[in-house]
């Protein structure tokens, strides 16, 4: 990915000026955001060092919003989340629906400032602002505002006028969606009523509407089809960031529908120029195959090449693929922050004065005190306090009441993840272990349990559909007092294994789960560590989880090919 800089002839008289340095075709490797990362928005902003900035949805995972750094498009960098606080919108807390939570943010600059919409379902949709992206504390508070549907835009107009585009379901028909437009007026947050804006090529739902202007058209790319296999990107113009609006002749002007590529589910787009004016898109999209059965990581954000020219409609670099050729910017990894770059193994010892990764997520707002790094008396362990409800909940369980876990989102097609684990429950109910987590209505479990008066278990169980049936089987003491290793391997594209041993001893495999039940809904998997009394309120034995290991094995493109997972390096296999 070496970048060949041009010059070209100056005379004296003419040297202040430069032409843009053009860049040699190079290889594009997708997914450039792996595992969970959908319905990506992007800028590129040149006076914050030339770097482009993405933010993807989180749903019911917390910090919410990650916001992604990259100089080359191709090296991303964690660099904070816009949603990093309870105050920042209270309501999160207490949302039910697995399928709910942050959708689809729109991610803007103007005035020097970043600023983020974004529908919180089950909650409110608003606006976050910063100065500074690299900052958690500088985003501000959410401030609410008055938008009678999903997916909302940001877009300053000309005149300064600023829109906002969003997806409305219909009341009188809850089968047919609509995009509708209103006026906002900050920083109140108020907003005009809303009115009809386009429906694109009618291909139900339109949603995930961006607006942009260039050569005195206002364009309007819209997500038609659904999020499943008829995805698809459409667009269209007018003179007006009203309407009425033309559509492309040539729409849909990306999808993966009806072929046979890998990569499916593309759309949800988004637009954007490098320094020196090449456009990209972004989408998301599902490495799942045509049959759309087995896709763990969820849906995953890709980026595309594109060719806009003076008054043309785009032209999207498709279809969308593990490899591409594109004229990338040259490899730059010097982002601030220290955050990681998302395609980086873990190697986390807990030590005395470290903190939480910036990429650890929980599921909703954690119980603080549930989460404590290197206590007395268990240096370099992350001790875990036990939640009443397991991760499944029950029929008690409020979401306020929180659940212990804590993972990181899977990242790679090939994976191992392990941990050791000093835990000896003594309350019948008590359990902690590793989790390959979905939602609270999908998740696989290994865990170190209390079952009756007599001693302890290790246990493997599911949730979902056609989940596997519990295994169980005793521990010695010895194994509980000496420490356990669990470990949790994706094998093969299609299957995960279960594992678990003495401490420092080789692992011996409990079970086998297959993909698919993990491949379901709008998010995608986690792999990490939880803590429960299912149900038991005299439970409240801890859990001290050491040595955290998470190391990419590959990524599957289809067609028989892996590449690595740390990237920029093509390979034919593993």
Not at 371 to 378: D, E, G, L, Q, V
């Amino acid at each position: 990915m070496k970048a060949t800089s041009l010059f070209a002839a100056a005379s004296l008289t003419s040297l202040s000026y430069c032409q843009p340095t053009k860049q040699q075709n190079s290889t594009i490797y997708n997914p450039i955001l792996p595992g969970f990362h959908p319905d990506p928005s992007c800028v590129f902003v040149k006076e914050w060092d030339n770097t482009f900035f993405c933010a993807t949805s989180t749903f019911l995972a917390f910090p919410g919003i990650p916001i992604y750094a990259s100089k080359d498009l191709q090296n991303w960098k964690l660099v904070s989340h816009a949603f990093n606080r309870p105050e920042q919108l209270p309501a999160f807390g207490n949302i039910t629906g697995q399928q709910d939570g942050w959708y689809a943010p729109t991610l803007r600059y103007h005035n020097h400032r970043f600023w983020i919409i974004d529908s919180c379902v089950g909650s409110d949709t608003g606006y976050l602002s910063t100065s500074d992206p690299y900052n958690n504390t500088a985003w501000t508070n959410v401030t609410p505002t008055s938008i009678p549907g999903y997916d909302p835009d940001l877009f300053w107009d000309t005149d300064g006028t600023l829109y906002s585009a969003f997806a409305k379901t219909v009341l009188s028909d809850p089968f047919t969606t609509e995009i509708h437009q209103v006026n906002i007026s900050m920083p109140s947050g108020d907003t005009t009523p809303d009115r009809f804006l386009w429906n694109g090529t009618n291909v139900q739902p339109p949603e995930g509407p961006h607006m942009m202007i260039k050569d005195g058209y206002h364009y309007l790319l819209l997500a038609e089809g659904g999020t499943a296999q008829e995805h698809q990107v459409t667009i269209g113009r007018g003179q007006s960031a009203q309407g009425p609006f033309e559509s492309d002749p040539k729409n849909p002007i990306l999808t993966a529908y009806n072929t046979t590529e890998y990569f499916q589910t593309v759309g949800h787009a988004d637009l954007f120029q490098d320094t020196n004016g090449q456009w990209w898109g972004v989408a998301l999209s599902t490495r799942s195959g045509p049959e759309y059965e087995t896709w763990p990581m969820g849906r995953e954000t890709v980026l595309y090449p594109a060719t806009w020219e003076k008054g043309q409609w785009p032209v999207l670099g498709g279809p969308v693929r593990g490899k591409m050729e594109a004229p990338l910017p040259p490899v730059n990894k010097n982002i601030r922050g220290p955050g990681a770059f998302v395609r980086d193994p873990d190697y986390y010892t807990f030590s005395p004065g470290s903190s939480i990764p910036s990429h650890f997520s929980y599921w909703r707002f954690p119980q603080i005190q549930n989460y404590a790094i290197s206590p007395t008396n268990h240096r370099n362990t992350l001790r875990l306090l036990p939640s009443r409800a397991n991760l499944t909940g029950d029929a008690a369980f409020v979401p306020t009441d929180g659940i212990t876990f804590i993972g990181r989102r899977q990242t790679d097609t090939l994976f191992t993840y392990s941990v050791d684990v000093e835990y000896s429950p003594t309350e019948i109910g008590e359990e902690s272990g590793v989790t390959l987590f979905l939602t609270q209505s999908y998740h696989v479990d290994l865990g170190i349990v209390r079952l009756n008066k007599t001693g302890n278990y290790l246990r493997f169980r599911a949730e979902g559909s056609n989940a596997p049936k519990e295994i169980v089987a005793p521990i010695p003491q010895e194994w509980c007092d000496q420490g356990m290793h669990l470990q949790i391997k994706a094998y093969n594209i299609t299957h995960f294994s279960f594992s678990a041993g003495l401490k420092g001893g080789q692992v011996k495999q409990i079970a086998s789960v297959p993909a698919t039940l993990v491949s379901n809904g709008f998010t995608g998997s986690f792999v990490g560590v939880y803590a429960t009394k299912n149900g038991n309120i005299k439970g409240k034995t801890p859990s001290y989880i050491s040595n955290w290991v998470y190391q990419g094995q590959g990524q599957y493109i289809g067609n028989g090919e892996f590449y690595p997972s740390n990237g920029q390096k093509s390979g034919a296999g593993l």
